[in-house]
């Protein structure tokens, strides 16, 4: 098929919990022998002064925290990607959305609230490294942090999105995102509004709520149902055979729908049965 019948998309994904299983600010501080209780015991702390937005906390404590910031190097950004375990199937993912689907291409990129050394090193020789946008700082003669340059947490990854939109002149209701938390929620809300396809693969409320599609599983290729149902509008029968005929079988596919419900007693209420 020609390229000019082919049409395009952008697809946008979030990468801690998302592309991988752990978030990069634990794994950074096991490397920098941070206890990662403390680090827990600050980003909660952040949290509820709402002193940074979501998924900006680790941005703030390696440039404002001397615990942090008189310890962390760059060397140390790309000894943490080395070390976080990535979802399956991540490459073929890649290889699959830019060329695996007739008639449809898929640009892929990773936006990330975490440092780009980290995202970049952890995802070396599977996605370019200018495809993937994170946190960047500006280093010191020292070799120490000087200062934020751009932090791609919250509204930061709309500005990306929107960025990658007018570059590659792609329309809003061709914008596939990826994420799996509360710092993806500007993301999606962005996504939905152009009448795009926001794909949540954590149970977590936060983006569930949201997202036009859920999906849970450890091997990255799962984004792939909805992409192919929701953009490409294939049948699941067409769908298992595009996986078997690139070697998956699909084992199990259930889809649920999920009510969250608490019930709390009315003031003044009888607790008991009938009287």
Known sequence: MSDSLTKQYLFASDFDQTLSFNDSGWVLTETLG???EEFKQKVEGMAKLNLVQQGAELAYLLLHDPAFHSKVRRKHLVETGKRIPLK???ELLYKTLREGIP?????FYVLSAAPVEIVQSALEGIVPKDHIFGTEFQWAADGSIDRLVRCTAGYGKVARIMQLQKELSIGRDHVVYAGDGSSDINAMLHVNDGDGLTIAVSSSRAVTQIARRTVLSDNALSVLVPILEEAAEWSQPQIRRFFEENGFLVQEWA???TDFVTLRSTAGANSGGRE
């Open 34 to 36: 941070i206890p990662v």
């Open 255 to 257: 889809r649920t729908r």
């Open 88 to 90: 399956q199937n991540i």
């Open 103 to 107: 008639g449809y291409q898929f640009n």
